[in-house]
């Protein structure tokens, strides 16, 4: 298991990782420009008009992240993690917007299909495209497993997505430099449907984590193993969990003998927290005490 990040070493990744996407959507918003002005690609133009949504939502994001890592205060007690969901809403709105712009053009062009120019500069800028997302896409996934930030996860499928769109361009591409023009609005046809899905995907998940969703099953799972490890430890109910930025928020009752001395009953109680936190690190576990005559029931 990695070691835990501090607050300086979380901020500087997640500012690595919004930067670097933003400094990669604009190199890919001039490169691709250039190529859409020569070749007169449908297809190009919905990647250009992705990658400038992308610089939009990119920017938001940053903005985001930044305000998420600011610790709590007095009218916000559990910190400003939210503020990861609301910009990866954000993302979502705004990817969209451009999904339908481009359903529009795509059928424009299936009406009226043109040859395509430049075939091979589209090909070799496309070719780019995917190299350089690639590279931002393993520097996302490391910082995604190192802070479990949701505002870089949902930055990343976004651009995981590119990665298929890009390779459809090419393919679009190939086969109007021999002669079959209509693939150009298909390839863009199914490219705007392919990206308002994930604009789907990413707001569906902002708004669980806004609502407050339960953390995965396997979670409850672990924390139920780790109660059942002390044998003070006599059942546990209203397991409680939720995330907030890349904060966990776990809260659950541990019924114990009602006999137990407050502080072995306290003591009890922060050896449960710990362990849960070695699974956990990031999270902040409260536990309440319950005294119970008689073993209960366990409950989740």
């Known amino acids: ?8 070493q979380a901020r500087r990744l997640l500012t690595l990782a919004a930067s670097a996407s933003v400094a990669t959507a604009l190199i ?25 949504m992308d610089s939009l939502a990119s920017l938001v994001n940053l903005a985001a992240i930044r ?8 009218e916000h007690r559990f910190g400003h993690g939210k503020a990861e969901a609301l910009a990866g809403l954000g993302q979502s709105l705004l990817i969209a917007g451009s999904a339908l712009y481009l359903l529009r053009e795509a059928v424009l062009k299936l009406l009226d299909p043109r040859p395509l120019e430049a075939t091979g500069l589209g090909i070799g800028v496309m ?4 190299a350089l997302t690639a590279l931002l896409l393993v520097v996302q996934k490391y910082v995604v497993r190192r802070t479990g930030s949701t505002a870089i996860d949902a930055d990343s499928l976004h651009y995981l997505s590119d990665l298929a769109v890009n390779a459809g361009i090419i393919v679009a591409l190939v086969l109007s430099g021999f002669g079959f023009i209509e693939a150009d609005g298909l390839v863009g046809l199914v490219i705007a449907l392919y990206i308002f899905y994930s604009a789907w995907k990413i707001g569906w998940d902002a708004v669980q984590l806004l609502l407050d969703r339960e ?3 396997e979670v409850r799972d672990v924390i139920g193993a780790v109660v059942g490890e002390h044998e ?8 409680r969990t939720r ?11 541990v019924d114990m003998d009602e006999s137990l001395p407050l502080r072995q009953a306290h003591d009890l109680g922060e050896r449960i927290r710990e362990d849960i936190l070695k699974h956990y690190p990031a999270a902040e576990v409260i536990i309440h005490h319950d005294p119970v005559p008689n073993p209960p029931h366990v409950s989740l």
């Open 1 to 8: 298991m990695q070691e835990p990040l501090d607050e300086h």
């Open 28 to 52: 890919l918003i001039a490169v691709k420009s250039v190529a859409w002005v020569l070749t007169g690609s449908v297809s190009l133009l919905a990647s250009l008009i992705d990658s400038i």
């Open 232 to 239: 003070q430890a006599l059942g546990f109910h209203d397991l």
């Open 243 to 253: 995330q907030s930025g890349r904060t966990w928020f776990i809260q659950l009752h």
């Open 215 to 217: 953390l995965p099953g």
């Open 127 to 130: 070719v780019f495209s995917i």
């Open 67 to 74: 305000y998420s890592l600011v610790p709590p205060d007095d």
